[in-house]
C-alpha cells in the first residue's frame, strides 16, 4: 500500500521498482509505470484536480530479477590506510532508457577496515563515488576518482576507492545595497554550494557551506578542476540573485581554477535583492503539452552575463507563474519547456521559448501575458 498528499493539480506518471530507488526491494524488479507498462511512452496518464483523491491506482510489477553483491574498500591514496566510515555511492550507469546522466543508486558505509558491501544489484554496469556530502569524508576533507565496474550474473569482489585530501575554498559574500538587519538574517538562511564543471572526481560536492556572519565562507574537499560556485536559499523569502564572482578582484566568468592540494582564497560573491516581481500567465497553441515536457519560467537581468541573475519558477497548470525578489532593471523572460525526467533521452526536438523584454523596479509587480506555440521549434530559428 502506498499514498501520496499533497499534490498539486496537474497530470502525473506513477512508477515503481528500477534502479532509481534507494530501497533494495525495488531494485529486485523492473521499472513499471502504471498501470504494467514498462515504457514511459506506454504509461497511464494520471489527471488530478483540486481537492481530488485518485484510488485503486495499481501498479503490476513483473518478475523479480536475480541480484548479486559488490564488494571493496575505501583507502587513503596517501597512506595506503583504510577508511572507515566513508560513505559510498553505487550509481547506475547510463543505458539506453536513461543516456545522458547516471542513475539513481544506494549508498553504504565502510566499516572499521575500510570494506563497504553493496548487495541487491541486477547485472548491468555501475559507477563508485565517495559521497563527500553526507559522510565523515566531508569533515575530512576527501574526494576521490570514480570507479566504473559491471556485474555479470555473478558477485564482485577487490573492488577499490582511492580518497584525497581536497583543497579548500574561501571568500565572502557581498550584498549591494543597504545591508540592514533583515538582509542580514535573510542572508544567514542561504547556503554556498560548490560543483566541479568536469565532474571528474563524481557527481557528489562537498557540503554546501554556511555563510558566517560577517559574511565569510569556507568550503573543504575540493578535487583539482574548474569548480562553479552558486548560492541557494533554505526558504523562497531569503532568496538573492548572484550578479557575479571574484578572485582577488578579477571577475571570475567561466570557473575557478583549483590545484591538487591548493586553498583558494579571496574570493567574492556579490549578491542583489530587490522587492520587485513579474506575474504572468502562459497560453499554449498549436498542440497538447506532452505528459512527458514540463513548463518553466525564467528571467535573465540584461546587465548580468549568462548564468548569473538568473530566476526560475515552475508554470502551473492553469498556466501561471510568479517571479519574485528581483533586484530593479531590465530582465528578459523566457517560457518554454524541458524534459520533467533529465536522465531520460530528450526528445528531437523541443518548442521554442518565447522570450519578452521587461522591465521591473522595487515594490511593483509587472503582469505579462505570453503565447507559447508548441508547432515552433528551436531549429526554426535558423
Given amino acids: 500500500m502506498y499514498r501520496f498528499y499533497g499534490l498539486p493539480p496537474g497530470r502525473y506518471v506513477l512508477s515503481a521498482g528500477g ?18 507498462a514498462t515504457e514511459l511512452s506506454r504509461a497511464r496518464i494520471l489527471e488530478i484536480k483540486e481537492g481530488e483523491e485518485l484510488t485503486e491506482i495499481n501498479i503490476r510489477l513483473g518478475p523479480a530479477r536475480k ?39 544506494r549508498a553504504v558505509t565502510s566499516d572499521s577496515r575500510g570494506i563497504f558491501r553493496i548487495p541487491e544489484l541486477s547485472s548491468g554496469k555501475y559507477r563508485l563515488e565517495v559521497m563527500s556530502s553526507t559522510s565523515f569524508a566531508a569533515q575530512e ?37 543597504s545591508l540592514d538587519a533583515e538582509t542580514k538574517r535573510k542572508l ?19 557540503p554546501p557551506a554556511a555563510i558566517n556572519a560577517d ?47 591548493e586553498n583558494v582564497t579571496g574570493v567574492r560573491l556579490i549578491l542583489g535583492q530587490g522587492t520587485g516581481a513579474i506575474r504572468g500567465v502562459v497560453k499554449i497553441i498549436n498542440g497538447v503539452l506532452s505528459p512527458h515536457l514540463v513548463l518553466y ?39 518554454g519547456v524541458r524534459p520533467a525526467d533529465f536522465t531520460a533521452a530528450p526528445p528531437a526536438k523541443l518548442p521554442r521559448a518565447v522570450k519578452q523584454l521587461i522591465t521591473v523596479t ?21
Fill in 188 to 206: 544567514a538562511q542561504n547556503r554556498i554550494s560548490s560543483s566541479q564543471l568536469t565532474q571528474q572526481y563524481g557527481s557528489f560536492s562537498p
Fill in 141 to 177: 576533507g576527501f574526494y576521490a576518482e570514480p570507479v566504473t565496474f559491471e556485474i555479470d550474473e555473478s558477485n564482485l569482489n577487490g573492488l577499490e576507492l582511492k580518497a584525497r585530501r581536497g583543497s579548500t575554498l574561501s571568500g565572502s559574500v557581498v550584498v549591494e545595497g
Fill in 67 to 105: 541480484t548479486y553483491e559488490a564488494i571493496g574498500r575505501v583507502i587513503d591514496a596517501s597512506s595506503g590506510q583504510p577508511l572507515p566510515q566513508i560513505a559510498v555511492s553505487c550509481l547506475t550507469a547510463p543505458n539506453e532508457k536513461s543516456p545522458n546522466t547516471f542513475g539513481g543508486g
Fill in 297 to 335: 519560467a525564467q528571467a535573465h537581468r540584461v546587465e548580468s552575463r549568462q548564468g548569473f541573475g538568473d530566476r526560475y519558477a515552475a508554470i502551473n497548470d492553469k498556466g501561471q507563474f510568479l517571479l519574485s525578489g528581483l533586484p530593479p532593471g531590465e530582465y528578459e523572460l523566457a517560457a
Fill in 19 to 36: 534502479d532509481g530507488f534507494t530501497e533494495s526491494t525495488s531494485k529486485k524488479y523492473p521499472l513499471t509505470y502504471h498501470p504494467d
Fill in 215 to 261: 559574511g565569510s565562507f569556507q568550503i573543504t574537499g575540493l578535487g583539482p578542476g574548474k569548480i562553479s560556485l552558486s548560492i541557494f536559499p533554505y526558504t523562497s523569502s531569503a532568496s538573492f540573485l548572484l550578479q557575479r564572482i571574484e578572485h582577488q578582484g578579477v571577475e571570475v566568468r567561466d570557473g575557478i581554477e583549483i590545484r591538487a592540494g
Fill in 362 to 382: 522595487n515594490g511593483e509587480e509587472k503582469s505579462l501575458a505570453l503565447t507559447l506555440d508548441l508547432s515552433a521549434t528551436e531549429e526554426e530559428k535558423q
